[in-house]
């Protein structure tokens, strides 16, 4: 079996304070994982993203890069190969503006410590793609880096470039007649959109007024969704490339990173000869991000997380291993299973995996939110008064639990009836906790379009963030204007969606989840005001009480009524 550590967007030099500490963590993590599996790993594969910007002082981010290999040595236990490939962040100022440049990729190129190899920057070769040398990881596949960031015009871009002729060089390469190895592809950009970001709305508040101001207010106009980062940040080529790499005839694992999601697709062939392709993303193992946009130093993150390969001759393993880094989810690693398939020639069979990770048990026995929607004084608003409540689970430790308060622009959030400053880190205890969020959700589709520019989905939602994994996770929504509500709930992390049952109790809407994972959000989503009449209807009993009922009417033999009531 082979082993392999997959990091991805490491964003060093990225100037967050908190970034040493995320890279002692990632160290510690990679230590625990490899002595878990109690054997050594074989390679370590970097996707790009391996530096924050391309105008960083060089010798500070060749020295950032050599401590960190050192310690991920150290916690290897043993010295193992490398194989790396930039990313956008690696080319450009802060990843998206241009132009395109290579001095910081080859000066790291031409100084990567021993055993480290770089791929993109090969004394100006116009190659994109490489088979790396066998000589370097000893292992019973094909391993091909692809240089995804060529992207030499434009001043604004995250995306790049995949060009078929490259991988045809390669297969030719490879050739059909040596051993009937998997080919792994390592590269940066995505070839199919990722969960969540593909909607994400550029994140432009580190930059120029200018730059902000053109982004949010010009590009759209210009361009559909143009302040979206999708549209920006995929790679021209992807589908030829992926239809070059069913082409190769063998069973195919891409690597890639870019948008620090951890997930998993598999892509058969349709066609007689060609090769199942299996695509694996990883997560930041540098950075943390936040679950909401509007972020606060406490508020909750995605942990950062690197995937663990095992890649056996008849099939594939892949871990995700998301690690604590601060307080007490120091030393902490979930992981969570990604992908596993068996391997038959060139196919891939793909047998699915369990939901969500494998945790030690709940932190907290209930987390439960009671909102009541209140018509608000600003026009096509609701005001939310939010009741929070959470018991602790008597055999795990309690955590300390912030909420981070961020109503809609426009709107407020008031504690004990005074105003706060927002993003509000409110602190929960296990006495009931109650606030309000003036104008905290939208009551008419037309309000909703107004203040989202017009590119706004016609329904409104309450949700709640349960921080910490728990016995059982409720939400409740009283006075929603209509009986078409359904329920959501939506891992942060990896992007994967389950639609929920609901309840009903005495005016009340309810969703419940049991032994709910860390950084899940619960919703309630229902057809906004003004575009309720145009839903579609479909009669369905709307928890297992009343399907149960529904059930049993139908079971009931039809009785002809004679006369008046009680006579017959």
Same mark, same amino acid.
């Given at each position: 079996?082979?082993?392999?550590?997959?990091?991805?967007?490491?964003?060093?030099?990225?100037?967050?304070?908190?970034?040493?500490?995320?890279?002692?963590?990632?160290?510690?993590?990679?230590?625990?994982?490899?002595?878990?599996?109690?054997?050594?790993?074989?390679?370590?594969?970097?996707?790009?993203?391996?530096?924050?910007?391309?105008?960083?002082? #060089?010798?500070?981010?060749?020295?950032?890069?050599?401590?960190?290999?050192?310690?991920?040595?150290?916690?290897?236990?043993?010295?193992?190969?490398?194989?790396?490939?930039?990313?956008?962040?690696?080319?450009?100022?802060?990843?998206?503006?241009?132009?395109?440049?290579?001095?910081?990729?080859?000066?790291?190129?031409?100084?990567?410590?021993?055993?480290?190899?770089?791929?993109?920057?090969?004394?100006?070769?116009?190659?994109?793609?490489?088979?790396?040398?066998?000589?370097?990881?000893?292992?019973?596949?094909?391993?091909?880096?692809?240089?995804?960031?060529?992207?030499?015009?434009?001043?604004?871009?995250?995306?790049?470039?995949?060009?078929?002729?490259?991988?045809?060089?390669?297969?030719?390469?490879?050739?059909?007649?040596?051993?009937?190895?998997?080919?792994?592809?390592?590269?940066?950009?995505?070839?199919?959109?990722?969960?969540?970001?593909?909607?994400?709305?550029?994140?432009?508040?580190?930059?120029?007024?200018?730059?902000?101001?053109?982004?949010?207010?010009?590009?759209?106009?210009?361009?559909?969704?143009?302040?979206?980062?999708?549209?920006? #940040?995929?790679?021209?080529?992807?589908?030829?490339?992926?239809?070059?790499?069913?082409?190769?005839?063998?069973?195919?694992?891409?690597?890639?990173?870019?948008?620090?999601?951890?997930?998993?697709?598999?892509?058969?062939?349709?066609?007689?000869?060609?090769?199942?392709?299996?695509?694996?993303?990883?997560?930041?193992?540098?950075?943390?991000?936040?679950?909401?946009?509007?972020?606060?130093?406490?508020?909750?993150?995605?942990?950062?997380?690197?995937?663990?390969?095992?890649?056996?001759?008849?099939?594939?393993?892949?871990?995700?291993?998301?690690?604590?880094?601060?307080?007490?989810?120091?030393?902490?690693?979930?992981?969570?299973?990604?992908?596993?398939?068996?391997?038959?020639?060139?196919?891939?069979?793909?047998?699915?995996?369990?939901?969500?990770?494998?945790?030690?048990?709940?932190?907290?026995?209930?987390?439960? #939110?009671?909102?009541?929607?209140?018509?608000?004084?600003?026009?096509?608003?609701?005001?939310?008064?939010?009741?929070?409540?959470?018991?602790?689970?008597?055999?795990?430790?309690?955590?300390?639990?912030?909420?981070?308060?961020?109503?809609?622009?426009?709107?407020?959030?008031?504690?004990?009836?005074?105003?706060?400053?927002?993003?509000?880190?409110?602190?929960?205890?296990?006495?009931?906790?109650?606030?309000?969020?003036?104008?905290?959700?939208?009551?008419?589709?037309?309000?909703?379009?107004?203040?989202?520019?017009?590119?706004?989905?016609?329904?409104?939602?309450?949700?709640?963030?349960?921080?910490?994994?728990?016995?059982?996770?409720?939400?409740?929504?009283?006075?929603?204007?209509?009986?078409?509500?359904?329920?959501?709930?939506?891992?942060?992390?990896?992007?994967?969606?389950?639609?929920?049952?609901?309840?009903?109790?005495?005016?009340?809407?309810?969703?419940?989840?049991?032994?709910?994972?860390?950084?899940?959000?619960?919703?309630?989503?229902?057809?906004?005001?003004?575009?309720?009449?145009?839903?579609?209807?479909?009669?369905?009993?709307?928890?297992?009480?009343?399907?149960?009922?529904?059930?049993?009417?139908?079971?009931?033999?039809?009785?002809?009524?004679?006369?008046?009531?009680?006579?017959?």
């Amino acid at each position: 079996m082979s082993v392999l550590f997959h990091l991805s967007d490491l964003h060093l030099g990225a100037g967050r304070g908190e970034q040493p500490e995320i890279l002692d963590a990632l160290a510690a993590a990679v230590a625990r994982e490899r002595a878990q599996r109690g054997r050594n790993v074989d390679l370590v594969v970097i996707s790009g993203d391996v530096f924050e910007s391309a105008a960083l002082d #060089m010798p500070h981010a060749l020295s950032a890069f050599c401590r960190l290999h050192e310690a991920l040595t150290e916690a290897l236990g043993a010295p193992t190969p490398f194989a790396v490939v930039p990313g956008n962040h690696d080319r450009r100022v802060g990843g998206l503006v241009g132009p395109h440049r290579s001095e910081l990729w080859s000066a790291f190129a031409a100084n990567a410590p021993r055993g480290v190899f770089v791929h993109g920057a090969l004394d100006g070769s116009p190659f994109l793609a490489r088979v790396v040398p066998h000589t370097l990881h000893r292992q019973p596949f094909w391993l091909v880096a692809y240089d995804s960031t060529f992207l030499p015009r434009g001043l604004l871009g995250a995306g790049g470039t995949l060009r078929r002729e490259d991988l045809l060089h390669v297969a030719a390469q490879i050739g059909r007649h040596q051993p009937d190895w998997p080919i792994l592809v390592l590269l940066h950009h995505h070839l199919v959109p990722t969960p969540l970001t593909d909607t994400d709305p550029i994140d432009a508040g580190e930059r120029s007024s200018l730059v902000r101001w053109g982004v949010t207010e010009v590009l759209p106009r210009l361009l559909a969704h143009a302040d979206h980062e999708e549209w920006m #940040m995929t790679a021209l080529g992807a589908g030829s490339a992926l239809t070059a790499l069913h082409d190769l005839g063998r069973a195919v694992l891409v690597l890639h990173g870019h948008k620090h999601n951890a997930t998993a697709r598999s892509l058969d062939a349709t066609v007689a000869a060609q090769g199942d392709v299996l695509i694996a993303s990883a997560g930041s193992a540098g950075t943390a991000s936040s679950v909401r946009r509007a972020a606060t130093h406490r508020s909750a993150r995605v942990w950062p997380s690197f995937n663990v390969v095992e890649l056996e001759p008849d099939s594939v393993a892949i871990e995700t291993a998301a690690f604590g880094w601060k307080g007490r989810s120091r030393g902490e690693v979930e992981t969570t299973p990604l992908v596993w398939a068996a391997r038959s020639g060139s196919q891939w069979r793909v047998v699915p995996v369990p939901r969500g990770p494998r945790e030690r048990g709940p932190k907290l026995a209930a987390d439960v #939110m009671s909102v009541r929607l209140e018509r608000s004084r600003r026009p096509g608003r609701w005001d939310l008064a939010i009741e929070r409540r959470l018991t602790p689970d008597l055999d795990a430790r309690v955590p300390h639990y912030v909420e981070t308060l961020a109503p809609l622009a426009g709107g407020a959030a008031f504690v004990r009836g005074i105003a706060v400053d927002t993003p509000h880190d409110l602190s929960l205890g296990f006495e009931p906790t109650r606030y309000l969020l003036e104008a905290g959700a939208y009551r008419t589709h037309a309000e909703a379009l107004r203040s989202q520019r017009g590119n706004a989905a016609p329904y409104g939602h309450v949700e709640l963030l349960v921080r910490y994994r728990c016995a059982r996770a409720e939400l409740r929504a009283i006075g929603l204007p209509t009986r078409d509500v359904f329920a959501s709930a939506t891992d942060a992390g990896s992007g994967q969606q389950t639609v929920l049952p609901i309840e009903r109790d005495d005016g009340a809407v309810i969703v419940r989840l049991e032994d709910c994972p860390a950084r899940t959000v619960l919703r309630l989503h229902w057809p906004l005001e003004d575009v309720a009449a145009a839903a579609p209807k479909l009669d369905v009993p709307t928890s297992p009480r009343a399907f149960a009922r529904a059930r049993a009417r139908r079971r009931e033999p039809r009785r002809l009524a004679v006369g008046a009531r009680g006579h017959g």
